[in-house]
């Protein structure tokens, strides 16, 4: 079982906006603005889309933004498009021994 | 440009040890933080190690410590992992990542395009 909770899978329409959630606790998302966002393609190795809640590297499209309220990360993709449909993970620091954790993992469906 | 190439992996038996290596290229090895993140067939990924720039500072998942050795040999630009008491759970893509740190949080900027380890009989 993943420390961080996200719905197993989530669909849009092209055009449409989906958010992605990322529950935690405040011993990780809720306690630090650690958190970070991976597209990862069948096959390919994941890249990194979001990082400190809210910032995009250099090269990730303004459609994809993260914020955070309490113990909730979110991811949201705007104006869907068919190359956005892959796996989203989000990752954040934890108190616990374990250091750093993933979410489960959320598979994004573009109908 | 930044370039992670793993290596190493294969098939082993229960109980059996391996040894992976990650080739990094295309920026200052030295000056980054590097990590192993596994992903099981079929499953979501799970970091494993983390390993400071000078190696004076390693950090494990649970499921891993006392088995799992990260290294790095900043002369070579090279990232290891040492996996000794191999299990079948420990079956996984392994990838090598660049952590890079913020002034706010660290985080994978960059990854490899890993390496399969597969623990069976």
């Known amino acids: 079982q993943s420390a961080l909770t996200q719905p197993a899978s989530v669909s849009g329409s092209p055009g449409q906006s989906i958010t992605i959630s990322c529950t935690g606790t405040s011993s990780?998302?809720?306690?630090?603005?650690?958190?970070?966002?991976?597209?990862?393609?069948?096959?390919k190795a994941p890249k990194l889309m979001i990082y400190d809640v809210s910032?995009?590297?250099?090269?990730?499209?303004?459609?994809?933004?993260?914020?955070?309220?309490?113990?909730?990360?979110s991811l949201t993709i705007s104006g869907l498009q068919a190359e956005d449909e892959?796996?989203?993970y989000c990752s954040s620091y934890t108190s616990s021994?374990?250091?750093?954790?993933?979410?489960?993992g959320t598979k994004l469906t573009v109908l | 440009e930044v370039q992670l190439v793993e290596s190493g992996g294969g098939l082993?038996?229960?109980?059996?040890?391996?040894?992976?290596?990650?080739?990094?290229?295309?920026?200052?090895?030295s000056s980054y933080w590097m990590s192993w993140v596994r992903q099981a067939p079929g499953k979501g990924l799970e970091w494993v190690a983390n390993i400071k720039q000078d190696g004076s500072e390693k950090y494990y998942v649970d499921s891993v410590k006392g088995r799992f050795t990260i290294s790095r040999d900043n002369a070579k630009n090279s990232l290891y992992l040492q996996m000794n008491?191999?299990?079948?759970?420990?079956?996984?893509?392994?990838?090598?990542?660049r952590r890079r740190c913020s002034s706010t949080s660290?985080?994978?900027?960059?990854?490899?395009?890993?390496?399969?380890?597969?623990?069976?009989s």
């Open chain 1, 86 to 88: 892959a796996d989203y």
């Open chain 2, 12 to 29: 082993v038996q229960p109980g059996g040890s391996l040894r992976l290596s990650c080739a990094a290229s295309g920026f200052t090895f």
């Open chain 2, 85 to 97: 008491s191999l299990r079948a759970e420990d079956t996984a893509v392994y990838y090598c990542a």
């Open chain 2, 106 to 120: 660290c985080f994978y900027d960059y990854w490899g395009q890993g390496t399969l380890v597969t623990v069976s």
């Open chain 1, 97 to 104: 021994s374990t250091f750093e954790v993933f979410g489960g």
């Open chain 1, 28 to 43: 990780d998302v809720g306690g630090y603005n650690y958190v970070s966002w991976y597209q990862q393609h069948p096959g």
């Open chain 1, 55 to 73: 910032n995009r590297p250099s090269g990730v499209s303004n459609r994809f933004s993260g914020s955070k309220s309490g113990n909730t990360a």
